[in-house]
């Protein structure tokens, strides 16, 4: 059985981009994963690239996000603007 990672690395761009489709502000967006608009704001920029378990699963469905869209390939480093 497979164990739940105790981090995901995540992908800000692709995050900011699925907000920015659903129409949603970061603070929307936010509040909504029950997270703090700095938090979200640091996770699209990639000062933050890895999210705990609870937190990005909230992410997720705030997002209507599948298991893998906002996950940063393994290769791809985090991108820093």
Do not use: W
């Not at 700095?38 to 469905?61: F, T, V």
Request: charged share 25%.
């Amino acid at each position: 059985m497979a164990q739940t990672p105790t981090t995901f690395q995540v992908d800000g761009t692709a995050i900011c981009k699925k907000r920015m489709h659903a129409g949603m502000e970061v603070q929307q967006l936010a509040e909504a994963a029950g997270i703090t608009a700095s938090y979200l704001r640091k996770i699209e920029r990639g000062d933050r690239p890895r999210m705990r378990p609870g937190a990005y699963q909230a992410l997720r469905a705030a997002l209507n996000a599948n298991e893998t869209e906002l996950l940063r390939a393994p290769h791809d480093p985090p991108e820093r603007k």
